[in-house]
C-alpha cells in the first residue's frame, strides 16, 4: 500500500471507471490537469487562457492494467511489440502498472508531483533488469515532464521509451510535424522497406506509423485548420514517432468513436531502435518534454 501523502492545495484525489482507478484533478490558478496512476499517465491539461493541449478518447477504458486511449502514456522499458516475444504487452509494462505517488508540492507557480515504479517480481518476469523510474511532472502555465531511470541492478541495462503524447487537432489531414526533415525515417506500415530520409514536414494522409531516429529533440505539430501551432522539445529524445491511426484501424482499436481519428495525432519524443538507452549499473538518466502552445 501506498503511503498517503498530503495534497497541495487544488490537488483531489477522484476515481475514474468501474474498477475506481486513482486519479488526481488539479485545479489552480494556472491550470487544470487530471492525471492517473496507473501508468503515471497524464490524462488531460490545459492552461489558463489556452486550448487543452491533450486528446483523451471520449471512449477511453479505464480498467486496471489496460492503457487508457489519450494523454501522455509512458511506452517503457520497450516501443511497440517486444523484439523478441510478442506475448508480452505492446510498448512495455510502465503504463498498465500502478505508480506511486512519491511527492505532490507547491512551487512559486505550478503544482510540481513525482510519480515512481520500482521493479518488483513481476516487472522482472518481463525485463530482467532491476530498476526505479520516476516521473515528476510540472503543471502550472506551461507544462513539462521528466523522466529519470535508475538502474539499481549489478548489470547494464538497455531501454527504449516513449513520451506517447495524443494530441488534439482541427483535422488531422490539415496537420503537419515541421523539423524532422533530413531524419532517418522507418515507415512501419511497411515493414521491410529500407529506411528512407524525411523530406519536408511529415503529414498524416490516413493511417500512418513511422519512426523518425537521430533527429534534433524538437519538433512542431502545426493544426493548419485552426492556425495553432505546439512546439515540443525534448532534447534529451533522439527519436519522434508520428502515428494516426486512420479509420480501418481506428474501427479496430475498440477505445476510440469512429471518427476520432480525424481529431488527433499521436507526436511521441522517446529514445527507440538505434536511439535506446544503455544504462550502466548505479547509472541515472533523465530526460525532459516540454511544451510551448504558440497560441
Ligand atoms: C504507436 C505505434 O506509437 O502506438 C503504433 O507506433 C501503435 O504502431 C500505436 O499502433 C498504438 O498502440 P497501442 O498499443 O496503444 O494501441
Not at 503515471?40 to 478518447?57: D, E, M, N, T, V
Not at 513481476?122 to 513539462?144: K, N
Request: net charge neutral.
Amino acid at each position: 500500500m501506498d503511503a498517503p501523502i498530503p495534497l497541495p492545495e487544488g490537488m483531489t484525489e477522484i476515481s475514474l471507471g468501474s474498477a475506481g482507478l486513482r486519479v488526481w484533478q488539479i485545479t489552480t490558478d494556472a491550470c487544470q490537469a487530471l492525471v492517473s496512476a496507473q501508468g503515471a499517465q497524464l490524462l488531460a491539461f490545459q492552461a489558463r487562457g489556452k486550448a487543452p493541449l491533450l486528446w483523451l478518447s471520449a471512449q477511453a477504458a479505464y480498467a486496471p492494467g489496460k492503457a487508457i486511449r489519450g494523454g501522455i502514456p509512458l511506452c517503457f522499458p520497450w516501443f511497440g511489440p517486444h523484439p523478441a516475444d510478442p506475448a508480452k504487452p505492446a510498448h512495455g509494462f510502465a503504463r498498465q502498472r500502478k505508480w506511486t505517488l512519491a511527492s505532490a508540492a507547491t512551487t512559486r507557480d505550478a503544482i510540481v508531483l513525482e510519480l515512481q515504479l520500482a521493479a518488483d517480481a513481476a516487472t522482472r518476469a518481463l525485463w530482467p533488469h532491476d530498476f526505479l523510474a520516476s516521473l515528476r511532472m510540472s503543471l502550472g502555465s506551461t507544462l513539462s515532464l521528466q523522466l529519470s531511470v535508475t538502474n539499481t541492478g549489478h548489470d547494464d541495462c538497455l531501454f527504449g521509451f516513449a513520451f506517447h503524447s495524443y494530441f488534439p487537432l482541427a483535422d488531422s489531414r490539415e496537420a503537419r510535424v515541421e523539423g524532422l526533415e533530413g531524419s532517418a525515417c522507418i515507415d512501419q506500415l511497411r515493414p521491410g522497406q529500407k529506411r528512407q530520409r524525411q523530406e519536408g514536414p511529415v503529414r498524416f494522409d490516413g493511417e500512418t506509423d513511422r519512426i523518425y531516429l537521430h533527429t534534433a529533440g524538437r519538433c512542431r505539430l502545426v493544426d493548419e485548420a485552426r492556425n495553432h501551432a505546439l512546439s515540443i522539445s525534448a532534447p534529451d529524445c533522439r527519436s519522434v514517432i508520428a502515428w494516426n491511426p486512420g479509420a480501418a484501424k481506428t474501427a479496430r482499436l475498440g477505445d476510440m468513436a469512429p471518427e476520432a481519428w480525424r481529431g488527433m495525432a499521436c507526436v511521441e519524443s522517446g529514445n527507440i531502435e538505434d536511439d535506446a538507452v544503455r544504462l550502466p549499473a548505479g547509472a541515472t538518466k533523465a530526460f525532459t518534454l516540454a511544451f510551448e502552445q504558440e497560441a
